[in-house]
């Protein structure tokens, strides 16, 4: 069986190495020629995978990339995994799943199978991809090609996420379009679980996001309650963690981060309102997470207060750029937003990420492209007027870092010695 794979990031470059592990031929479609590249010389270009998993693959002559979208006619089905962003209005841009469509529609097979894993709102599948790939094909969905719909599940940076036990739902445009999906997942996935629709699969997926948006929420609120109240909240979540049952521990932190939490619930709220549904959940959640950052700049200020500097002039430095521990991915990040805010409080902002040299080119944060992570040296970081903590990576030492700094904004709970120069936040 040959399969293709659009869109060979963080979610299709695993599920392609997973899938040529079990044996089925993968052929893995981008428009980025660079990573095309990359992939055909066995290079891996993301942190936690390894370019030997990949050059074993082309080694056995199970997965190959390319940039040519004409040989969608070499294959049975096609899963599609390409970025699902807001736009500048913070709306769903489904733009790059309907040029997918478009590319691969005059190519479709008939008896083909479609499926689109990247996150969106009910409805892209059965409504907006479905009508790009009719078109272009002059095929009918459910009658001549079939369609489905199945998120993923990736935890980037977590060692037991693995694609092949993390079970996967799937939703079908008819009950024979279920069928032949979950017939293709199965060969490469352990535990499949089949809801009604496409529908139905994509709602489950902003579920899960929504649920964790909300409950960061809830938390990063009550930090800035018992703050007031004199009482840790990283205390208060350790103990009540210990409750067997109906609790589930989620952290505060600096604001949100990633391709997936800041970004999927507002899909849901954009579709919503056409069926004259308000998710003031959805709503509420993104406005206590997004003001976390200008809470923890407040919390510098005081900081640096009582030290008798002003935030203007100070110099200040972000440690953890990516927005998450042991990881290279600065998407998102609310360290760029915390820099931001420094730096147009008149603040001299430099960041320290071991996975992140230099700050790449970005739409998004394009006036910090070229900017270098400073030396991790007492020389260098004692220089500072106040730290932040915004990412806990593994191989970051913080009793070293509490040894060198004078004041610290720790905003993870990364020091749990007592010190009066650590500021919670
Ligand atoms: N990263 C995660 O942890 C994660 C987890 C679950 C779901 N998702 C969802 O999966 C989808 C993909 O996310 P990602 O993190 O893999 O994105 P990514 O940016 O890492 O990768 C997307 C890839 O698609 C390619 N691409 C863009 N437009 C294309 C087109 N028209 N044709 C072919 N290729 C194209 C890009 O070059 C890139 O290689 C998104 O909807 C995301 O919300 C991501």
Redesign the pocket.
């Known amino acids: 069986m040959k399969i293709g794979i659009?869109?060979?990031?963080?979610?299709?470059?695993p599920l392609s190495l997973q899938f040529a592990r079990s044996g089925v031929q993968v052929l893995g479609?981008?428009?980025?020629p660079t990573?095309v590249d990359a992939i055909n010389r066995g290079e891996s270009y993301?942190k936690h995978i390894e370019s030997s998993a990949i050059a074993e693959e082309l080694r056995n002559k199970r997965f190959e990339a390319s940039v040519d979208?004409s040989r969608v006619r070499e294959l049975e089905a096609v899963i599609i995994?390409?970025?699902?962003p807001l736009n500048k209005n913070r709306e769903p841009d489904i733009s790059?799943i309907l040029?997918?469509g478009e590319?691969i529609a005059p190519h479709l097979q008939p008896g083909s199978l479609v499926v689109l894993?990247?996150?969106?709102y009910p409805g892209t599948t059965d409504e907006d991809l479905l009508k790009v790939l009719e078109f272009g094909s002059g095929l009918k969905a459910g009658k001549d090609f079939h369609l489905a719909f199945s998120?993923?599940?990736?935890?980037?940076g977590n060692p037991n996420s693995k694609v092949a036990i993390i079970p996967k739902i799937v939703g079908g445009f008819t009950p024979a379009c279920l069928e032949k999906a979950t017939a293709l997942y199965s060969k490469a996935i352990k535990t499949l679980v089949p809801v009604s629709s496409c529908r139905a699969a994509e709602a489950t997926?902003l579920l899960e996001n929504i649920f964790r948006s909300v409950n960061i929420a809830l938390v990063n609120e009550l930090k800035v309650v018992y703050a007031g109240m004199g009482i840790d909240i990283w205390e208060v979540i350790n103990a009540a963690k210990t409750k067997p049952f109906g609790y589930m521990a989620f952290y505060p932190g600096p604001g949100l981060g990633?391709?997936?939490i800041p970004?999927?619930p507002f899909y849901l709220t954009w579709k919503a309102r056409e069926y004259g549904q308000h998710t003031r959940f959805i709503e509420l959640a993104g406005e206590i997470n997004t003001s976390m950052p200008e809470y923890v700049v407040n919390r510098v200020a005081e900081a640096l207060n009582t030290k008798r500097k002003s935030v203007n002039g100070s110099k200040i430095l972000i440690v953890g750029l990516a927005y998450k521990p042991n990881l290279d991915?600065d998407?998102e990040s609310p360290s760029y937003t915390l820099m931001d805010l420094l730096k147009a409080r008149g603040a001299d902002v430099s960041y320290y990420d071991p996975f992140v040299p230099v700050i790449r080119p970005t739409r998004e944060h394009g006036h910090w492209a070229g900017t270098p992570s400073i030396q991790w040296n007492k020389e260098t970081v004692s220089k500072f007027d106040a730290v932040v903590i915004s990412t806990v990576h593994a191989q970051i030492d913080h009793s070293v870092l509490t040894n060198w700094a004078s004041v610290i904004i720790d905003t993870r709970n990364a020091i749990t010695d007592f010190s009066s120069k650590v500021w919670k936040a």
């Open positions: 659009v869109g060979l990031g963080y979610v299709g470059l479609l981008d428009i980025d990573k993301i979208f995994c390409v970025p699902t790059y040029k997918t590319a894993e990247s996150t969106t998120p993923e599940r990736e935890d980037p997926k990633g391709h997936c970004i999927d991915d998407r």
